[in-house]
RNA sequence: UGGGGUGUCGCCAAGUUGGUAAGGCACAAGGUUUUGAUCCUUGCAUGCGGGGGUUCGAGUCCCUCCACCCCAGCCA
């Protein structure tokens, strides 16, 4: 994919962006950055924040840094640091830097300090629940606590004592002095350090008050001199407190706060909350489950990065709600590995056929394209053998005209080989068909039979080089488009179908494939190596993506 | 009953100063095809939440209704 074509369409950030440039805002510099809090794992709505700051960025030949916004060390640890370097970077960016909230802890504790010498900012003792109280409800506005009017010396003491280790967790908060009337309830005097004694995964012990987010993420911004801060829309609301906080202190640039609507995809859950609550109740394998939106779930599922990019430059920006349907994530993913996926054959669903006209020691070597379209991607042996498989549903007993594939009676070609009778069935004691006889016709190896039409193809795998593995299919985590929504609780709306495991038949060479090459198996869909081990050690492929299937729909009506 | 947002095709989403509704996905119908895949062609909003108004002309301006979402953490 070239650089130009992941160029982001018009959109109203791009739009800003431009109209800054035009106007000489910050001297035609534009700096990203993307602010994760390091409590778990990235999905693909921050892939979409993500795709947005460093892509944004590139098309304006700007900067992004990557900045972990770790005020909270009850919450947070560096392994999550680790995982959210490597999925960033899977996902195809690099940051210009890479910085953490918790850098800047000292300067943060200076401008406090100009704050409260500024009558901007006070010691409050108040108890978090009378916090609470005094602050009004949204349509009655909130009252002074009367800690307000402490003097600076007073304050200034308190803080530093905060520092000091003197009091308790919860004693006292740092708020800002807004204005308790305020109709916005973050201008309610917003507290803007609390007291915890808690080891930092990167600080130590070395502080026992930490910041909070409204105070902490605007200055961040601007130390770094973002130019234009992306976020969720979720903080609409705190743009003036963030704006507000700016204007109090001398910094380098006041960045611009531009919100843009998350990403909800259907049949999925997209919170961190519930996928964590998925994880620990053990609905799911684990963070990294092939059927989780987490992009250690999407990369093990085998989808690649570049199809992820497309999808969210495809999904677009805005400040709507939006609820996008997993076919257009289908559509990128197919889209992508049409082209680059090698073809090999899979019985997912074997039935062992007989040639019957074809000696058990006579063996024949057939080449195969690996690719329809691309010869580049070259070729390969495939052993034709008179005992071989073919997928189940790709027989029937009888069936009407619109049943392309192999009847009692009837023929049909083997993929890459030849044209096939079916002769006769076996059955099993349950009365199930357990062979099938058929024969083959000679002539028809790269030709047509003469007079004669064929209107069916069918892969299939030689038993002489069938390689044992399980196969994968998923379908959505929930059976409902809207599992937030509604009454029911989200868990009670799983579907029971999300996997389905196969054991079947591959061409033994795919044996050797490493995990996250992806190869489309004819007929069937798009499949992968699993990264992780079986106990009982029997390899595992996972589908990506079926191939489209307008059979299914025939079929169904 | 407060504040902040959003409403353009089934799902996303363009639509710079008003000039006569992009594109993608989905869907439908044809064609090609040793993958019922891919690919190709064609179709798919007299209308932009509703109603008024301004204007030669409005998705874009004004008025007015309506619907939906977010906000009362010492979370981010």
């Not at 640039?253 to 919100?259: A, C, D, F, L, S």
Request: hydrophobic residues 35%; aromatic residues 10%.
């Amino acid at each position: 994919m070239s650089f130009e074509s992941e160029r982001y369409p018009s959109n109203f950030i791009s739009n800003i962006i431009e109209s800054d440039l035009k106007a000489g805002k910050h001297g035609g510099r534009v700096a990203t950055r993307f602010p994760p809090e390091p409590n778990g794992f990235l999905h693909i709505g921050h892939a979409k924040a993500i795709c947005l700051n460093f892509g944004l960025a590139r098309d304006y030949q700007g900067t992004t840094n990557l900045r972990f916004d770790d005020t909270n060390p009850l919450k947070e640890n560096a392994e999550f640091m680790n995982t959210m370097r490597e999925d960033i970077s899977w996902l195809g960016f690099q940051w210009s830097q890479e910085t953490k909230a918790s850098d800047y802890f000292e300067q943060l504790f200076e401008f406090a300090l100009d704050l409260i010498g500024k009558d901007k900012a006070y010691v409050d003792s108040l108890s978090a629940e009378d916090i609470r109280t005094y602050r009004g409800t949204l349509t009655e506005p909130g009252v002074n606590s009367p800690y307000r009017d402490r003097s600076v010396e007073e304050n200034l003491q308190l803080f530093q004592d905060m520092r000091a280790g003197v009091f308790p967790d919860g004693a006292h908060v740092l708020r800002l002095k807004i204005d308790m009337a305020a109709a916005n309830i973050n201008m309610r005097d917003p507290a803007i350090y609390r007291i915890r004694h808690a080891e930092h995964h990167q600080t130590g012990n070395q502080w026992c008050i930490y910041p909070l987010y409204d105070y902490t993420h605007c200055i961040s911004d601007a130390l770094e001199g973002i130019t234009h801060s992306l976020c969720d829309i979720g903080f609409e609301d705190h743009r003036p407190l963030y704006d507000w906080v700016l204007d109090q202190l001398q910094l380098p640039v006041h960045p611009q706060q531009i919100e843009f609507s998350r990403l909800n995809l259907k049949y999925t859950v997209m919170s961190k909350r519930k996928m964590k609550q998925l994880v620990e109740q053990q609905l799911v394998e684990g963070w990294d489950d092939p059927r989780l939106p987490t992009l250690a779930g999407l990369r093990r599922r085998g989808y690649a990065p570049a199809a992820i990019r497309d999808f969210c430059r495809r999904i677009g920006v805005a400040k709507s709600e939006n609820n996008v349907e997993l076919a257009l994530l289908e559509s990128c993913l197919r889209e992508n590995l049409e082209g680059n996926a090698p073809r090999a054959m899979a019985v997912l669903d074997p039935l062992k056929v007989i040639i019957t006209n074809l000696p058990e020691d006579q063996a024949e070597t057939l080449r195969v394209a690996n690719h329809p379209k691309n010869a580049a991607m070259g070729e390969r042996s495939v052993p034709f053998t008179r005992e071989l498989y073919i997928e189940r549903a790709d027989f029937r007993l009888e069936a009407n005209r619109k049943y392309k594939r192999l009847v009692l009676g009837g023929e049909v070609r083997l993929r890459g080989g030849y044209v096939i009778r079916a002769d006769e069935v076996r059955m099993d004691d349950q009365g199930e068909i357990s062979e099938l006889h058929c024969s083959y016709d000679a002539q028809t190896l790269g030709v047509n039979p003469p007079g004669r039409k064929v209107r069916g193809v069918i892969h299939w795998v030689s038993s002489s080089n069938a390689g044992a593995v399980i196969f994968r299919r998923f379908e959505p985590l929930f059976s409902v488009a809207y599992p937030d929504s509604g009454d029911s609780k989200y868990t009670d709306l799983m579907n029971p179908d999300s996997l389905t495991e196969l054991s079947g038949f591959l061409e033994n060479w795919l044996l050797e494939t490493p995990a996250g090459s992806q190869y489309q198996f004819e007929r069937v869909g798009y499949f992968t190596r699993d990264s992780k081990e079986r106990a009982d050690k029997v390899p595992v492929f996972n589908e990506v993506v079926g191939l489209r299937d307008s059979w299914a729909k025939i079929n169904t009506e």
